[in-house]
């Protein structure tokens, strides 16, 4: 599979200077769900905000402690979302460091309605890696503002990847975390997936003039507006594709997935199945398509 990045090769556990007052140390976790590994920000220049701590890896931890400089201090812990990637490591962060972790709130936080009754009927995730223990000190709702020594960022709810996410803004730069990210598009996994709500956050964001998105994994998105619309218009594709194949005979999810995603390594099939669930989920509220018998990760599909 060709690098969708090649220049992108940030060395992990080294704290890099990427704008003033901003910083980068790559988590030693890449994977082809991270890429090169989590992104952790340092915003600030003497109290420090740390912004998605990673995975619970010691040599990740003590790589943050080791980027603070003298008369730096972490006053602030952001989390994104509760995946195993971004969030285990707050908990330890907060300890070492005396620092609140803030966030939206507990991994099932943020759910739809119709999200909430599909896991109470049974519908459990692809595997993706849940931080079931995330719980923040301080719960941000959407808009709420938290200012630092000279910095001020913007809580943005922003369900889609994961009920409970939530993007950063920092002026006009959006730490984006897994929403939006310029290497691959984001696993929408239901339940903690929900197309619904990742289409109306793509919307949302493409309501302000970014000029620069830091992703959890990856190298920044230095076009915005374009991967916005980008990422839209590659969902509404896959959306005609579901549609047009059910219109030739009835399928599961992974059945469609085989049959649309033909540019997917066979390792990553077990997300694009996910990917096309949440299609499928999407479409049946809409009405455009109905299971045969109860909705299910396994139910074949029919076009109405």
Request: glycine share 10%; charged share 20%.
């Amino acid at each position: 599979m060709q690098d969708p990045q090649p220049d992108f090769q940030p060395r992990p556990g080294l704290a890099e200077e990427i704008a003033p007052g901003l910083r980068r140390v790559l988590a030693p976790n890449p994977s082809p769900m991270t890429f090169r590994g989590t992104n952790t920000y340092l915003l600030g220049t003497r109290g420090i905000a740390v912004i998605d701590p990673g995975p619970d890896e010691p040599a990740h931890l003590q790589a943050i402690l080791d980027a603070l400089e003298p008369g730096q201090q972490i006053t602030h812990i952001l989390v994104t979302h509760a995946h195993l990637d971004h969030s285990p490591l707050a908990r330890d962060l907060a300890r070492r460091t005396g620092a609140p972790v803030l966030g939206f709130g507990p991994a099932e936080a943020g759910r739809s309605a119709v999200m909430q009754k599909l896991a109470a009927e049974g519908l459990v995730g692809g595997g993706e890696g849940v931080d079931t223990r995330f719980e923040p000190d301080v719960t941000l709702a959407d808009g709420d503002t938290v200012a630092g020594d000279g910095w001020t960022v913007e809580a943005l709810h922003t369900p889609g990847h994961m009920a409970n996410h939530l993007c950063f803004a920092w002026g006009d730069v959006l730490f984006s975390g897994d929403l939006v990210m310029g290497w691959a598009t984001s696993l929408v996994s239901p339940p903690d997936g929900d197309l619904t709500a990742f289409m109306a956050s793509l919307e949302r964001l493409q309501e302000r003039p970014w000029s620069l998105f830091h992703a959890g994994h990856g190298a920044p998105v230095t076009a915005p507006a374009d991967r916005l619309e980008t990422l839209l218009t590659h969902r509404r594709g896959r959306e005609t594709a579901i549609l047009e194949s059910l219109a030739q005979a009835p399928a599961t999810a992974r059945s469609l997935a085989e049959r649309i995603y033909t540019e997917v390594p066979p390792a990553l099939l077990p997300a694009a199945t996910r990917n096309v669930l949440a299609h499928l989920i999407d479409l049946t509220q809409k009405s455009r398509v109905s299971p045969v018998g109860e909705l299910s990760a396994e139910a074949v599909f029919r076009a109405i």
